[in-house]
């Protein structure tokens, strides 16, 4: 055979080529290292905080589809439009239990934001809401009427 080597070794040999491979070495420069340290490390938040934010975006986000799913017969039906602020007043009143009864927290490892976990939340919602805007779904009847509002004032 060519090379001197059957199938076998030459899958063996580059096998064990892979092992010996030098690892990817990090910079030992300052700002290399605070390059590799992910944002929220530095921010002091950890795993727990991305899981609470992520949450409670994914949460905010379902609020408004709910609203944007139910525009139409909102629109049309006082009693609709009282039955879904029922609804969603229930679904903020559960996720803020959720939030600060101390077992329930414990159990869901979450904890409420704080002002820079806000400040992501709120912008990661406006970023989904706008994609939704993009992709050409209407903004909910209590955004329309409110931006009516405010343009004729």
């Known amino acids: 055979e060519p090379g001197g080597m059957g199938p076998e070794l030459r899958r063996q040999h580059a096998v064990e080529g892979r092992r010996c491979a030098p690892a990817l070495e990090v910079p030992q420069d300052h700002r290399a290292g605070l390059a590799a340290q992910s944002p929220r490390h530095l921010a ?3 795993l727990a905080d991305a899981r609470s934010a992520a949450l409670l975006v994914l949460i905010l986000i379902g609020y408004y589809l ?3 799913l139910e525009d139409e017969a909102i629109e049309q039906s006082h ?6 602020g029922v609804l969603m007043a229930f679904l903020v009143a559960g996720i803020l239990a959720a939030y600060y009864i101390p077992f329930v927290a ?3 490892e979450i904890h409420p934001p704080d002002f820079i976990e806000w400040f992501v939340i709120l912008g990661s919602v406006a970023i989904a809401i706008g ?11 209590f955004a329309r009427r409110l931006f009516q509002r405010t343009k004729s004032v």
Do not use: N
């Open 131 to 141: 994609i939704l805007g993009v992709l050409g779904f209407r903004a909910p009847l």
């Open 79 to 84: 009693v609709r439009a009282w039955g879904v």
């Open 106 to 108: 414990d159990f869901f």
């Open 66 to 68: 709910i609203l944007l």
């Open 44 to 46: 002091g938040h950890d």
